[in-house]
């Protein structure tokens, strides 16, 4: 079956950095979509970083220049590298990846982000 395991998470002063990553187990990485979404307390799980299948990415703007989503097929294996962190960021970060064309996903089972001083 498919697996996902997260790991990097922790807790950082503010202007510090981290590297996520997620190791994908039971997919073909190539062939799926992989991202990164968080979910901060008391809010809904939002869209952080996507990247598709064929390189392309995208950032939700309040990363956009901190934020670098990448991924290493041969590895199945998605980062996030995530630089200038603020406490805002601070949220449970979920791996995600989604099958090109028949949509099927599959969820991490998050790792915690904490940005305090």
């Not at 995208?58 to 990448?70: E, H, L, P, W």
Request: with cysteine; proline share 3%; charged share 15%.
């Amino acid at each position: 079956q498919v697996q996902l395991v997260e790991s990097g998470g922790g807790l950082v002063q503010p202007g510090g950095s981290l590297r996520l990553s997620c190791a994908a187990s039971g997919i073909i990485s190539r062939l799926y979509h992989m991202g990164w979404y968080r979910q901060a307390p008391g809010k809904q799980r939002e869209l952080v970083a996507r990247i598709t299948n064929s390189g392309p990415t995208n950032y939700a703007d309040s990363v956009k220049g901190r934020f670098t989503i990448s991924r290493d097929n041969a590895k199945n294996t998605v980062y996030l590298q995530m630089n200038g962190l603020k406490p805002e960021d601070t949220a449970v970060y979920y791996c995600n990846v989604r099958r090109v064309m028949y949509g099927n996903e599959y969820w991490g089972q998050g790792t915690q982000v904490t940005v305090s001083s």
